[in-house]
Structures are given as C-alpha cells and as structure tokens.
C-alpha cells in the first residue's frame, strides 16, 4: 500500500491507496484543496464543514457536467473509458518494444 499525506482545511490526512491508484488520489487530493481553498479565500463563507460541502457539491456538479449526454464523456461510461486507455497503453507498450527490438 502506498500514502498519500494531504492537507485540507488546515487538517492532515493520510490516505492509503494502491500503487496504481496513488497519481489519481494525489490528483484528487489536489483538486479538492484547489476547491475548498478558493471557497475559503472567498470569505462569503465560513466553518470548515460549510466550506466542504460547498466544495463536494461543486466537484460533483463538475463531474455530472462531464457526464451529462451532450458532456465531454457523456457517451462513454467508465468502463469504457478505462478500457480504451488500457487499449492505448498496450498500443504503446507495443510500438515501444519493437522500437527497441529494431536497434
């Protein structure tokens, strides 16, 4: 298992996740104090609990944006998705390999 250390809201976590998981935990973790610090710099609100749920209603908005039919992915479910960047990691892993089998 692998750590993600994090700080929001002026509180510490430590998150544990795989390693194939910790580049998009760290990226959440990023996103999610990127959300709840430009929030707080607002000073239209107050208390942390307010500033995190204002800040998971905005992520999800975000992401039901990109989900919705006429979003970025709105024809793709996730599935999908994973699998396709799966197909195109093994195109390159291919073409990388042949690449150095020629020289």
Request: include cysteine; proline fraction near 2%.
């Amino acid at each position: 298992m692998e750590r993600v250390n994090a700080t929001i809201l002026s509180r510490d976590y430590s998150l544990a996740c795989s390693a194939e998981e910790k580049q998009t935990l760290q990226a959440a973790v990023n996103h999610v104090a990127r959300v709840t610090a430009n929030i707080q710099a607002s000073g239209r609100v107050s208390g942390n609990e307010r500033i995190a749920v204002l800040a998971a209603l905005q992520i999800a908005s975000e992401l039901l944006a990109m989900k919705a039919p006429d979003g970025p992915l709105g024809s793709l479910a996730v599935g999908d998705f994973k699998r396709k960047i799966e197909a195109v990691h093994q195109l390159i892993d291919a073409a990388l390999a042949e690449g150095n089998a020629a020289t």
